[in-house]
């Protein structure tokens, strides 16, 4: 059941330890603490194998808090509600242990039962932490009891398959938060907004006035201290799967009937359902793959640590999805994602349909350019509609113009971080920025069968040096359906409101 206000809750995170918890957890905590949005009524009790005690653990928590941001107050009264335990997730006494911490907390700051396990932990872990909270008593209380899980959830649709049986063993569909962090993106959420509540978008956003949508995720770094996790993954599984699809359904979706979670969820669904499936003979024409090799000043991916010397895994992927229903019949979704990219940045640009008579000319025989919607996911917050206008004093001659919403100063300021807002909604039970069950499975079973063409494939790697723009085929593969991808650096939003 959804809140405005945050409960009373104990959370309990396994993983306490980790670079997760340390680099997104504790400051996001410490910042809907100092907002206000969390209840006098909130205890953590972090959990790993390291023996620290709760000033250690208190110790880390303000470190990693103060390493973040510059505001410290309050932060002596903040880790005082934090709790350390040393903890084995695979033995049994350990979560005895926890449930009597549990407990005694539960009455000293008089949380009503509500607990939040969030597992930001190794996805092997996943499973037997479910089992165990439920059969070690840890879920056996008045109060609200819900699971939130990282990625990845599983690394194909059978395992994902195993993963969600084991884990419904303990805990119902309701009670369970898949994290996709870029759902937390202000941005991302506000694709929705951007779509529904303008009367100039919706009625055009259909094929009959797009003519393709570009989404690009584009990093700096490499793969860093990761390489042992993503040579299991690789860009498809990393970010495909998951960021990238998630960003393609909800510009895809009908409308809701509400804004309630379940139907915006059964919207996407349809969306996931309604993707064109690949088979193994056809996924070369709609997806590349790429992999960096070595760059100014920086390693090859195969020269990278835990990676192999002949890896195979693809640090770039982009991709063609077609949705074969009433709306997007011919208009295609381009995706691109990539490690080692000259910029860091994510946005998506909508391409409208070129006006069907043309009376204008631009100076120099330079072709009119269309109309483009571009949200600027990040670094940068915004909006730009790329429009013709006249050139002054110029008859018949058009100029391009921009119109430009940039969320910055005080706005960008006050924007959650991703994981601000995740936590923060899961804490007040509202799940409609998390993964159903339903669109990870749809997901991975598009992505399935990509992955395996590509195992069964060896590529000629690596294709792109670091620090440049990806394999030439991901240029082909528009190419071939006469468009391109708009060069991002020239779509930067202007700062100003
Ligand atoms: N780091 C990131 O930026 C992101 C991470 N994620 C996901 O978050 C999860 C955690 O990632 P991350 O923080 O990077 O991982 P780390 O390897 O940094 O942390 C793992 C944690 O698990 C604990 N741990 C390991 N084995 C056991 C065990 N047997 N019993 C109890 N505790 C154990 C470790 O502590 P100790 O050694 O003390 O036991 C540590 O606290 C993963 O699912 C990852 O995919 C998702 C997005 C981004
Ligand atoms: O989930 C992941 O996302 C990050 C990119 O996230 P962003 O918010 O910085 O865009 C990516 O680096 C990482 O490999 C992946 O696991």
Same mark, same amino acid.
């Given at each position: 059941?959804?809140?405005?206000? @945050?409960?009373?809750?104990?959370?309990?995170?396994?993983?306490?330890?980790?670079?997760?918890?340390?680099?997104?957890?504790?400051?996001?905590?410490?910042?809907?603490?100092?907002?206000?949005?969390?209840?006098?009524?909130?205890?953590?009790?972090?959990?790993?194998?390291?023996?620290?005690? #709760?000033?250690?653990?208190?110790?880390?928590?303000?470190?990693?808090?103060?390493?973040?941001?510059?505001?410290?107050?309050?932060?002596?009264?903040?880790?005082?509600?934090?709790?350390?335990?040393?903890?084995?997730?695979?033995?049994?006494?350990?979560?005895?242990?926890?449930?009597?911490? +549990? #407990?005694?907390?539960?009455? %000293?700051? /008089?949380? *009503?039962?509500?607990?939040?396990?969030?597992? +930001?932990?190794? =996805?092997?872990?996943?499973?037997?932490?479910?089992?165990?909270?439920?059969? $070690?008593?840890?879920?056996?209380?008045?109060?609200?009891?819900?699971?939130?899980?990282?990625?990845?959830?599983?690394?194909?649709?059978?395992?994902?398959?195993?993963?969600?049986?084991?884990?419904?063993?303990?805990?119902?569909? %309701?009670?369970?938060?898949?994290? $996709?962090?870029?759902?937390?993106?202000?941005?991302?959420?506000?694709?929705?907004?951007?779509?529904?509540?303008?009367?100039?978008?919706?009625?055009?956003?259909?094929?009959?006035?797009?003519?393709?949508?570009?989404?690009?995720?584009?990093?700096?770094?490499?793969?860093?201290?990761? *390489?042992?996790?993503?040579? &299991?993954?690789?860009?498809?599984?990393?970010?495909?799967?998951?960021?990238?699809?998630?960003?393609?359904?909800?510009?895809?979706?009908?409308? =809701?009937?509400?804004?309630?979670?379940?139907?915006?969820?059964?919207?996407?669904?349809?969306?996931?359902?309604?993707?064109?499936?690949?088979?193994?003979?056809?996924?070369?024409?709609?997806?590349?793959?790429?992999?960096? *090799?070595?760059?100014?000043?920086?390693?090859?991916?195969?020269?990278?640590?835990?990676?192999?010397?002949? /890896? !195979? &895994?693809? @640090?770039?992927?982009?991709?063609?999805?077609?949705?074969?229903?009433?709306?997007?019949?011919?208009? =295609?979704?381009?995706?691109? @994602?990539?490690?080692?990219?000259?910029?860091? /940045?994510?946005?998506?640009?909508?391409?409208?349909?070129?006006?069907?008579?043309?009376?204008?000319?631009?100076?120099?025989?330079?072709?009119?350019?269309?109309?483009?919607?571009?949200?600027?996911?990040?670094?940068?917050?915004?909006?730009?509609?790329?429009? #013709?206008?006249?050139?002054?004093?110029?008859?018949?001659?058009?100029?391009?113009?921009?119109?430009?919403?940039? !969320?910055?100063?005080?706005?960008?300021?006050?924007?959650?971080?991703?994981?601000?807002?995740?936590?923060?909604?899961?804490?007040?039970?509202?799940?409609? #920025?998390?993964?159903?069950?339903?669109?990870?499975?749809?997901?991975? /079973?598009?992505?399935?069968?990509?992955?395996? +063409?590509?195992?069964?494939?060896?590529?000629?790697? =690596?294709?792109?040096?670091?620090?440049?723009?990806?394999?030439?085929? +991901? $240029?082909?593969?528009?190419?071939?359906?006469?468009?391109?991808?708009?060069?991002?650096?020239?779509?930067?939003?202007?700062?100003? !409101?």
């Amino acid at each position: 059941m959804k809140q405005t206000e @945050t409960p009373a809750a104990l959370t309990i995170l396994f993983g306490a330890t980790g670079d997760l918890a340390k680099r997104k957890l504790y400051p996001s905590l410490y910042r809907l603490y100092r907002k206000g949005h969390l209840s006098s009524g909130f205890a953590v009790i972090g959990t790993a194998r390291r023996e620290w005690d #709760n000033d250690i653990f208190r110790e880390h928590v303000k470190k990693s808090v103060m390493e973040s941001t510059n505001i410290q107050d309050q932060i002596d009264e903040f880790i005082s509600h934090f709790y350390y335990l040393p903890h084995d997730v695979s033995d049994s006494n350990s979560y005895a242990e926890l449930r009597t911490l +549990a #407990n005694e907390l539960d009455s %000293k700051y /008089s949380l *009503g039962g509500n607990r939040l396990f969030y597992l +930001a932990m190794a =996805p092997e872990f996943f499973g037997t932490i479910a089992e165990h909270l439920k059969l $070690d008593g840890l879920t056996d209380t008045e109060g609200f009891g819900r699971l939130v899980i990282e990625k990845p959830f599983g690394h194909d649709l059978p395992s994902a398959q195993e993963l969600n049986a084991q884990i419904r063993r303990s805990f119902d569909e %309701k009670d369970i938060y898949r994290i $996709d962090h870029y759902l937390g993106k202000e941005m991302v959420q506000n694709i929705e907004t951007i779509r529904f509540a303008n009367a100039l978008f919706e009625p055009l956003w259909n094929s009959r006035y797009i003519s393709n949508i570009q989404i690009t995720s584009s990093e700096t770094l490499g793969v860093e201290e990761r *390489g042992g996790y993503y040579e &299991t993954s690789g860009a498809l599984k990393d970010m495909v799967q998951n960021h990238m699809l998630q960003m393609v359904a909800l510009l895809a979706m009908e409308p =809701p009937i509400s804004l309630q979670d379940d139907d915006i969820r059964s919207e996407k669904v349809r969306a996931f359902r309604s993707m064109r499936p690949l088979t193994l003979e056809t996924v070369n024409d709609y997806f590349v793959r790429g992999q960096y *090799g070595p760059g100014d000043h920086v390693p090859g991916y195969r020269e990278e640590i835990n990676v192999d010397p002949d /890896s !195979n &895994t693809e @640090t770039y992927v982009a991709g063609k999805v077609m949705f074969d229903n009433f709306r997007w019949a011919g208009v =295609p979704f381009y995706i691109r @994602t990539g490690k080692r990219m000259p910029l860091k /940045s994510t946005k998506i640009v909508v391409q409208f349909k070129d006006i069907p008579m043309n009376l204008y000319y631009r100076p120099d025989d330079q072709e009119m350019e269309p109309n483009l919607l571009v949200i600027h996911i990040q670094p940068e917050e915004g909006i730009t509609l790329h429009l #013709n206008a006249k050139k002054s004093g110029r008859q018949l001659q058009t100029t391009p113009v921009k119109l430009s919403y940039a !969320n910055n100063g005080e706005d960008i300021m006050n924007t959650p971080e991703a994981y601000e807002k995740l936590i923060h909604d899961a804490m007040r039970g509202d799940s409609t #920025n998390f993964t159903h069950w339903d669109e990870v499975a749809l997901s991975w /079973s598009f992505v399935d069968v990509i992955a395996e +063409a590509w195992r069964n494939e060896k590529a000629a790697f =690596p294709n792109y040096p670091a620090g440049t723009k990806g394999p030439k085929a +991901a $240029d082909e593969l528009l190419e071939k359906d006469g468009f391109f991808w708009w060069p991002l650096n020239m779509l930067d939003v202007d700062v100003c !409101n």
